[in-house]
């Protein structure tokens, strides 16, 4: 009989928050667990770091040339014909999705035979006027609960770097929902048929409000110095202190770490939650016969170089985590593939078809990640990774190969390269000091940009200046 399979993703999950990987600070026990029963993919990205574009990675197998999402907008139509939940559905799978899609229209299934909404605060939904359960059924479920009430209530806002622990019983947490959704799914399921469940979580994404024994014991950690790199003056024009959702900006020491303090206290309680969703599939029999795979849409800048929130090509932003573990037996265990395998969303899609032995589509931009996690040397590795997002009138073009990084900004022809071995934190910028070896990191730009129809490029040349625009999606 076919694998069931569980897709996790949280939201705005930076790559090195895992305390297997290395991090000294946020305690992540149960995904380090699920890493040791499996695979955990050091060098894994969002090409297109933010939402709704990693989100169509991640559900199509196609880059951004595909999926035609090049940077954040709300309100463009799905319209893919070919999706993760519908190849899964496809072959007779029963699909769920709970939590956090940002597909547009809200009720797009994008494939799934069911979903049950919580995508956060919908911009583009979110109107007083308008009944919630048009869009999110957590925000309905809420006010039916004893203590339960509007969701925002708070005050925080949702890009704020303000923290403040949940007030409400921890039951009432999006968190918690998720999962006691996903429980509930177990026990209603069809037993004759495979599942694919999607499980979604809304944080760490802002507001920084997990239940107050997972924000206090980050105060308790020493106080945070995020790291600020030798280039991050150049960015001074994107400053403004006195927005607390700034994308650039130099906060008190006291909100700074206030705002760590929620975020590693929003993984810590998600870390928490997994555990309590695979612990309930072992009591149904099923933790045996389910591949798991856990990631993020994007990551977090968190202050370093007086950046927060994404959509920026450091590795704050676009690294994500990615953890496959399978069946017992099924693979060695404790893998960690490292540079030699740059990773995207893009992959997903593919690898997860892989690990159910059914067919991956033609088409598809990603490849299955599969054997890698076996121990196996993949047969065509990804030479070098191109990611770009627009922000601020601009797009910001980035390459990497897992050793090094390349980046472009198209508004000003601005050049940025980095030795991802040497400073992992990004710390310096090289490109002053070397600028030949910008050549073949040019030359790569350039064969990737030459036919885009923002004419970024020419067969020699990059192009400042041009304005950047969305790609149409291909059908």
Request: aromatic letters at 10%; charged letters at 25%.
């Amino acid at each position: 009989m076919p694998r069931n399979v569980v897709l996790i993703t949280a939201d705005q999950w930076r790559g090195d928050c895992l305390s297997g990987a290395g991090h000294t600070v946020v305690r992540t026990p149960y995904l380090d667990q699920l890493a040791g029963r499996g695979a955990r993919f050091d060098r894994a990205y969002s090409a297109v770091p933010s939402c709704i574009p990693a989100r169509a990675a991640l559900h199509t197998g196609l880059a951004q040339t595909g999926h035609g999402r090049t940077g954040y907008r709300d309100g463009v139509p799905w319209e893919y014909p070919v999706t993760l939940a519908g190849e899964f559905g496809r072959h007779g799978y029963q699909t769920r999705a709970i939590g956090k899609l940002h597909a547009y229209p809200e009720r797009n299934r994008i494939g799934f035979d069911e979903v049950t909404l919580h995508d956060g605060y919908l911009h583009q939904a979110r109107d007083r006027r308008v009944d919630p359960r048009f869009h999110d059924d957590y925000a309905a479920w809420l006010e039916r609960q004893p203590g339960g009430g509007d969701y925002t209530d708070h005050g925080l806002d949702c890009n704020s770097v303000v923290a403040r622990p949940w007030a409400r019983d921890e039951r009432l947490h999006p968190t918690n929902w998720v999962v006691s959704e996903a429980v509930d799914f177990l026990y209603r399921r069809d037993p004759t048929a495979p599942f694919l469940l999607h499980l979604s979580f809304h944080r760490p994404h802002p507001p920084y409000d997990p239940p107050a024994w997972a924000f206090e014991q980050y105060l308790d950690a020493p106080p945070y110095e995020p790291a600020v790199g030798d280039w991050a003056d150049g960015l001074e024009k994107w400053r403004d202190d006195s927005r607390a959702d700034a994308n650039y900006a130099s906060y008190d020491a006291r909100t700074v770490h206030r705002a760590r303090a929620g975020y590693y206290g929003h993984m810590s309680h998600i870390d928490q939650q997994i555990n309590r969703f695979v612990q309930a599939l072992g009591e149904f029999g099923l933790a045996d016969d389910t591949w798991i795979c856990f990631t993020s849409d994007h990551g977090e800048m968190l202050g370093e170089h007086r950046l927060w929130r994404k959509a920026y090509p450091y590795e704050g932003s676009a690294r994500v985590p990615l953890i496959l573990s399978g069946p017992r037996g099924v693979l060695p265990g404790g893998t960690v593939v490292g540079s030699e395998v740059v990773a995207e969303l893009r992959d997903v899609m593919p690898t997860l078809l892989d690990c159910a032995g059914l067919e991956v589509p033609g088409g598809l931009d990603g490849r299955s990640l599969l054997p890698a996690a076996r121990g196996e040397e993949l047969r065509s590795p990804r030479p070098y990774l191109h990611g770009e997002h627009v922000l601020f009138g601009e797009s910001l073009q980035w390459l990497t190969d897992g050793h090094a990084k390349y980046v472009w900004f198209s508004g000003s022809g601005r050049e940025q390269l980095f030795d991802l071995d040497a400073d992992p934190g990004e710390l310096h910028d090289l490109a002053p000091a070397a600028p030949a070896s910008l050549t073949d990191w040019r030359s790569r730009l350039i064969t990737e940009l030459t036919a885009r129809p923002e004419a970024y490029a020419t067969d020699a040349t990059l192009i400042p200046g041009r304005p950047p625009m969305d790609l149409l999606p291909r059908h």
